[in-house]
């Protein structure tokens, strides 16, 4: 069964930073493409950011190019997201989603999200 | 990358069918036949339900179905139940490895 948590998130101050991690189990994590995805209550589900399968090749969502970076360790398993510059309309709840296998424009699998809260 | 444009809320009784439309642009829905829908339940992660327009990913009841003429995407959700009431989410590929999603939309079953 395809597990992804993630953890990291918490209050923190306009201008600051924090990094958000997920954790990949039951499958083969470095065979998959990962995602970023947030969602707050005003703007729903927002695509933030993608990293290819060895962690080469990475994209971003343009209200979050330069302030955020994807990485991803493969012996570990793991995904990350450091954020930095952090806005007030940064808040969110953050997933990460799985590529699906054979339709690399899908999102197949989400974790359950951590919440990141960007107020004075 | 504005968002795709989704009803705010649908509602039908059980055993209707509904549908959902995703508006988007020439440069992501018009130009990819990669659009995919989600449905959310309240507290809970969302769920792929249908892919490449039309693909319903195994476990998906055949009552959900994708189509998509021009720049709009359509969910439809045939013979409604009550477990169906939930948000749904378009999303397209928009080129240049970004992604954007519908607003979302609450369907009420009556």
């Known amino acids: 069964e395809v597990q992804l948590v993630e953890s990291g998130g918490g209050l923190v101050e306009p201008g600051g930073s924090l990094r958000l991690s997920c954790a990949a189990a039951?499958?083969?994590?470095?065979?998959?493409?990962m995602h970023w995805v947030r969602q707050d209550p005003r703007k729903g589900l927002v695509w933030v950011s993608r990293?290819?399968?060895?962690?080469?090749?990475?994209s971003y969502a343009d209200s979050v190019k330069g302030r955020f970076t994807v990485s991803r360790d493969n012996v570990k398993n793991t995904l990350y997201l450091q954020l930095s510059s952090l806005r007030v309309e940064d808040s969110a709840l953050y997933y990460c989603a799985r590529a699906h296998r054979s339709s690399w424009t899908t999102f197949d699998n989400w974790g359950q999200g951590t919440l990141v809260s960007v107020s004075s | 990358q504005s968002a795709l444009t989704q009803p705010r809320s649908v509602s039908g009784s059980p055993g209707q069918s509904v549908p959902i439309s995703c508006t988007g642009t020439s440069s992501d829905v018009g130009d990819y036949n990669f659009v995919s829908w989600y449905q959310q339940h309240p507290g809970k992660a969302p769920k792929l339900i249908i892919y490449d327009v039309n693909y319903r990913p195994s476990g998906v009841p055949d009552r959900f179905s994708g189509s998509k003429s021009g720049n709009t995407a359509s969910l439809t959700i045939s013979g409604l139940q009550a477990e169906d009431e939930a948000d749904y989410y378009c999303?397209?590929?928009?080129?240049?490895?970004?992604?954007?999603f519908g607003g979302g939309t609450k369907l009420t079953v009556l």
């Open positions: 039951g499958f083969t994590f470095s065979g998959f493409w």
């Open positions: 999303c397209s590929y928009a080129g240049r490895y970004t992604w954007v």
């Open positions: 990293i290819n399968s060895d962690g080469s090749v990475t």
